[in-house]
């Protein structure tokens, strides 16, 4: 049973490039939720993905958006890069849209932006 | 909102020694507190969560944790530490829409042989 897969794992990019990460949940899981962990500290939450919608935002400026795509899948999207987007960038799945008891976390893509 | 706070960042024991790592809430309602495992280089392990069902949760990999109302606390121990229980450790509460996770800052675990 496959878990959650993130790509790529890692990658390098310039400031005021695009970025986009990808996620495909755990088999039978449903939403998608992505968070962002800055080195030494704990995951901050970006946004949820259910239903091909966003559900729930976190304190994230514009400049962070994603999609869901009918199979589940989910992509992470980044605009105009800083510095400070340098960040190991987690996805979890879960099922069942709100009610979520079991997250499922992949092994995050690591973003560096130089 | 809720939070967690987490006192500690590093907690160092010896192998064999008990685990205390401390996990302090603050919500307005009824908590789903969570512990996770993350070991370098690899995303989160859900370690144990506490739902209302009971106090005392039991986890995986021997750690269980204990859901205090008075003391807004849910402290994650461990009897015995082994070697491999070396990683970072982070609490987190889930927000009342049950749509996201919000963690403490992480405490990382040293085990000395």
């Known amino acids: 049973d496959a878990g959650v897969t993130q790509s790529p794992t890692h990658l390098i990019k310039t400031r005021g490039q695009q970025v986009t990460l990808r996620c495909s949940p755990k088999?039978?899981?449903?939403?998608v939720s992505w968070y962002q962990q800055a080195l030494g500290q704990g995951p901050q939450f970006i946004f949820q993905?259910?239903?091909?919608?966003?559900?729930q935002r976190g304190n994230f400026p514009d400049r962070f958006s994603g999609h869901q795509f009918p199979n589940y899948s989910s992509e992470l999207n980044v605009n105009a890069l800083l510095l400070g987007d340098s960040a190991l960038y987690l996805c979890?799945?879960?099922?069942?849209?709100?009610?979520?008891?079991?997250?499922?976390f992949g092994s995050g893509t690591r973003l560096t932006v130089v | 909102a809720q939070s967690v706070t987490q006192l500690g960042s590093h907690v160092s024991v010896s192998e064999g020694a008990l685990v205390l790592l401390r996990c302090n809430y603050s919500?307005?309602?009824?908590?789903?507190l969570f512990w996770y495992v993350q070991y370098p280089n690899q995303g989160l392990q859900l370690l144990l969560k506490?739902?209302?069902?009971?106090?005392l949760v039991k986890g995986i990999n021997g750690f269980e944790a204990e859901f205090k109302k008075s003391e807004t606390s849910f402290h994650l121990t461990k009897p015995s530490a082994h070697m491999s229980d070396a990683a970072e450790y982070f609490c987190?509460?889930?927000?009342?829409?049950?749509?996201?996770?919000?963690f403490g800052g992480g405490t990382r675990l040293m085990v000395k042989p």
């Open positions: 979890a799945s879960s099922l069942g849209g709100a009610r979520n008891y079991g997250y499922t």
């Open positions: 088999s039978g899981h449903d939403t």
């Open positions: 993905y259910y239903e091909e919608e966003e559900r």
């Open positions: 919500s307005s309602v009824p908590p789903y």
């Open positions: 506490y739902t209302s069902a009971a106090t």
């Open positions: 987190a509460v889930r927000n009342n829409a049950g749509n996201m996770l919000t």
